[in-house]
Structure formats: C-alpha cells, structure tokens
Nanobody, 123 residues
Framework: QVQLVESGGGLVQAGGSLRLSCAASGRTFSNYAMGWFRQAPGKEREFVANIGWSGFSTYYTDSVKGRFTISRDNAKNTLWLQMNSLKPEDTAVYFC????????????????WGQGTQVTVSS
C-alpha cells in the first residue's frame, strides 16, 4: 500500500501561481511512477502530468505545457506540481497518483490515489 496526501491548493487570481505537494508513505516511493490528474465539477478526471521513477522523464498534457512543472524528491518521498500563469480553466480538484508499472496518462493505469486538493482560479 502507498498512502498519498496532497496539499497546497487554494484560491488564486488568474496569472498567479500555486505549488501542490504530494507526500507519500508506505512502500518505497522510488518504485512508483507518479502522476497528477484533475477533475472539474461535472467532468471526467483528466491527466495533467507524469514523472518517471528517477525524475528525469516527464510528460504533460498540452494545455499545461510551459506553465506547469512536475518534480519529485525520492529521498523526501514527495511529489510536486508547480503551477504558474494559472487560468480559470485550471480550476479543479487535483489528485496525485502512483503507478507501479509505467508513466501512464489514464486514471486506470494508476494504483494509488490521494484525496485531492482544491485549486480555484478566479478571473
């Protein structure tokens, strides 16, 4: 089992920044590829970014490229998502997730999930 706890969400004006954190506990964090997903009201959960086991491989959905940065520190068992130039359409609950197989882009490819943290961007 891997336990994941997100933090860092909040209310920010358009153009602002937030840094989300995901603290992991349980099994060895470095054994898992990690991802960030988000879910807006009435919409399906969508992929945001993922990162490989070592942290060198990253991938982003097109809508956040150049604005968001995913990173991890295996020694600290922590995953981050730095979000800059935020837009109202980024408003959603953000989830971190862990996969023991690969760095996927579909929710079904991930084994463990956090409870989510709300990000609200006002215009």
């Amino acid at each position: 089992q891997v336990q994941l706890v997100e933090s860092g969400g909040g209310l920010v004006q358009a153009g602002g920044s937030l840094r989300l954190s995901c603290a992991a506990s349980g099994r060895t964090f470095s054994n898992y590829a990690m991802g960030w997903f988000r879910q807006a009201p009435g919409k399906e959960r969508e992929f945001v970014a993922n990162i490989g086991w070592s942290g060198f491989s990253t991938y982003y959905t097109d809508s956040v490229k150049g604005r968001f940065t995913i990173s991890r520190d295996n020694a600290k068992n922590t995953l981050w998502l730095q979000m800059n130039s935020l837009k109202p359409e980024d408003t959603a609950v953000y989830f971190c997730a862990a996969s023991h197989l690969y760095t996927g882009t579909y929710p079904g490819e991930y084994d463990y999930w956090g409870q989510g943290t709300q990000v609200t961007v006002s215009s």
